[in-house]
């Protein structure tokens, strides 16, 4: 019997009613090039393998890897060993769907690591913290909402599918967890034209979050700029949606391209 690794953040999902649902709301179909983060004792990985004739699996654990390479037939499964923050999903035909139980203690650097292979990606189903979950789809002037929400509702259509308890789970986690589904959306409607400052710009208005926008961006435009753009001054960055982040940066790039409108 494999022990749960700390250091991995290994929690293994073993109820069969919510693996049931998560690979009914994956929908794989046999010739989908499907990647699954962190593997583990196969809880998605066996019945995925009922439907695909092929699938990834991106493991860091050794003792895992040597499981995947002994309980399932190699012709069918393809074991990428090592850290899946540091996975380039560019050596792998596209289009992509990528699924997986992440880790929790690395979350969200996993979301932003994929989130730059956007354009390769069909969809993404990931079981996080329900926390998570939450932030990630939260609307504006919402306790939830956060730099989080923002750069990740800018490039993706979102949907929390489903809860899970953590009596779902071996060891059980001391939160509740949730999946959720992320498509990415086609680049002719990401509104934002400066990836770079985009996030600069979040970060910024998000870094003092009681402060208003009339302090956070002002290294970046006054209160004129912000009354150009139809924005009042005194909101905070939890009011804005990402759709208004973006026209603060197209206003400031050198270009200037929201002035010339």
Do not use: C
Not at 84 to 91: R, V
Not at 96 to 105: A, E, H, M, S
Not at 193 to 202: M, Q
Request: charged fraction near 25%.
């Amino acid at each position: 019997m494999h022990k749960a690794k700390k250091q991995f953040g290994q929690n293994f999902l073993v109820d069969q009613n919510i693996i049931a649902d998560i690979v009914r709301a994956i929908r794989p179909v046999s010739s989908d090039n499907m990647v699954e983060i962190g593997p583990g004792l196969g809880a998605l990985t066996r019945p995925l393998l009922q439907h695909l004739d092929r699938l990834h699996v991106v493991e860091i654990d050794r003792d895992i890897i040597a499981r995947l390479k002994t309980d399932y037939p190699q012709e069918q499964i393809v074991i990428h060993e090592g850290d899946a923050l540091k996975f380039d999903l560019d050596g792998l035909a596209a289009p992509l769907r990528i699924v997986g139980n992440l880790p929790y203690n690395i979350s969200s650097p996993l979301l932003f690591h994929f989130a730059a292979y956007a354009s390769r990606i069909t969809d993404m189903h990931f079981m996080l913290q329900n926390e998570v979950v939450e932030r990630m789809v939260a609307e504006p002037s919402t306790p939830q909402y956060g730099r989080l929400s923002v750069m990740l509702q800018y490039r993706f259509h979102m949907e929390k599918l489903l809860d899970v308890p953590p009596q779902s789970f071996r060891p059980a986690p001391k939160v509740d967890s949730a999946i959720v589904r992320m498509i990415p959306m086609a680049s002719k409607d990401i509104t934002v034209t400066d990836e770079k400052l985009f996030s600069e710009v979040v970060m910024a208005a998000f870094g003092q979050r009681r402060k208003t926008l009339r302090n956070t961006l002002r290294a970046y435009l006054g209160e004129a700029d912000l009354a150009q753009l139809g924005i009042d001054a005194q909101l905070r960055a939890e009011n804005l949606s990402y759709t208004e982040f973006a026209k603060i940066t197209r206003w400031i790039t050198p270009q200037g391209l929201e002035r010339a409108v």
